[in-house]
């Protein structure tokens, strides 16, 4: 496994993470069980993987129970560990609250990173309040670093302008091939700033890896409604999934893994891929440790640049 930093001068973390959300339960399909989620994180991590991501709201604080129980496992020191709180939970008692929860489901005495999970659009709670509340958090050692997820710039510098004594360390943002639209402002920002971009999706909830087409879509809650997933879209992905493909066979490598590793080549991105079980889990540390080419980057940013899907 290879090693980044994440943020300027922030901590190492495998080039590669692990997302947990589908720890959370059913939601993510009737395959999803508690001990295979287990056992996926405790194969990244033997493969090296360190960055596990889960949340507070990612069933109900299930993903997080499991989170801890592979933790267990695993052992505490051998997993950089974040979690979010949810934008719902954003007062500062809320805030407090919200991170007692997580570090007693997760079973630890201290975050690695926090994250906000989004901003508190419709309550409006002045993210002066927010980042005061976790600049305490970190203060008492419940948390080391503070992150941020579904930032814009504007949100980033304002959010940093109410930190004190640390810097936001990174910015949890969708990105893959079918989602760049970081591209335009929110990555150079961080770029520009030293703040780690972690990116969410990065297989674009697997619509990347090949297998769902116009007769096999996925059917639980969460994608089901997913304009990824239309069949016209599916069509229109066919020619960048072929590619993604081609690719992947003069590597050794899947679809999966080549859409996993372009999501790597920006400067300042770790991928989070999710994982149901180990074999995916282990799919994922194989999307580290090697190169796309310069024509094979061009070749996939050239078919994603020209995809044209219904997002209504
Ligand atoms: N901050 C946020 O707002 C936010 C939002 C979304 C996600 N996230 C985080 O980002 C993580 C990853 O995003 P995501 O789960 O939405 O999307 P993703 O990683 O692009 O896709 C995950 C799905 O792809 C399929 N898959 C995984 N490995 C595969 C492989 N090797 N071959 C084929 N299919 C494979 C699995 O579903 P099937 O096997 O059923 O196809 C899995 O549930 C989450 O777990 C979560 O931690 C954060």
């Known amino acids: 496994m290879d090693y980044v930093t994440l943020g300027r001068g922030g901590p190492r973390v495998s080039a590669v993470g692990l997302g947990m959300w589908q720890a959370g339960g059913k939601n993510w399909g009737k395959d999803v069980r508690d001990a295979d989620c287990r056992k996926a994180m405790?194969?990244?991590?033997?493969?090296?993987?360190?960055?596990?991501?889960?949340?507070?709201v990612y069933g109900d604080g299930h993903s997080e129970e499991v989170v801890g129980a592979a933790i267990r496992?695993?052992?505490?020191?051998?997993?950089?560990?974040?979690?979010?709180?949810?934008?719902?939970h954003l007062r500062a008692d809320d805030v407090g609250k919200a991170c007692r929860g997580s570090l007693r489901r997760l079973g630890v005495r201290e975050l690695d990173l926090y994250q906000v999970h989004w901003l508190a659009?419709?309550?409006?709670?002045?993210?002066?309040?927010?980042m005061k509340a976790l600049e305490r958090l970190e203060r008492e050692g419940k948390i080391r670093h503070i992150g941020v997820s579904n930032f814009a710039a504007?949100?980033?510098?304002?959010?940093?302008?109410?930190?004190?004594?640390?810097?936001i360390l990174s910015n949890q943002?969708?990105?893959?091939?079918?989602?760049?639209?970081?591209?335009?402002?929110?990555l150079p920002y961080c770029q520009r700033e030293g703040i780690g971009v972690l990116a969410w999706s990065p297989m674009g909830r697997g619509v990347l890896t090949g297998k769902y087409h116009a007769s096999r879509r996925p059917k639980d809650s969460i994608r089901s409604d997913d304009s990824l997933f239309k069949p016209g879209n599916l069509r229109a992905l066919r020619p960048l999934v072929s590619a993604l493909r081609r690719t992947g066979e003069a590597h050794g490598r899947t679809p999966a893994q080549v859409a996993v590793a372009w999501t790597r080549h920006r400067a300042g991105v770790v991928p989070i891929p999710g994982a149901k079980r180990p074999a995916q889990a282990e799919e994922h540390a194989g999307a580290a440790g090697w190169s796309l080419t310069g024509v094979e980057k061009r070749l996939l940013d050239?078919?994603?640049?020209?995809?044209?899907?219904?997002?209504?």
Do not use: C, M
Not at 43 to 53: F, K, Q, Y
Not at 73 to 88: E, H, I, M, Q, Y
Not at 154 to 167: K, N
Not at 302 to 312: H, K, N, V, Y
């Open 302 to 312: 050239r078919l994603s640049g020209s995809l044209r899907l219904d997002t209504f």
């Open 121 to 130: 659009l419709w309550d409006q709670v002045p993210l002066r309040e927010t």
């Open 173 to 186: 943002v969708q990105y893959s091939l079918v989602h760049r639209e970081i591209e335009a402002v929110t």
């Open 73 to 88: 496992d695993v052992g505490r020191d051998n997993v950089f560990l974040a979690t979010k709180v949810s934008g719902d």
């Open 154 to 167: 504007h949100d980033l510098e304002e959010a940093r302008s109410h930190l004190s004594r640390t810097d």
């Open 42 to 56: 405790a194969r990244a991590v033997e493969l090296g993987i360190n960055l596990v991501d889960t949340a507070e």
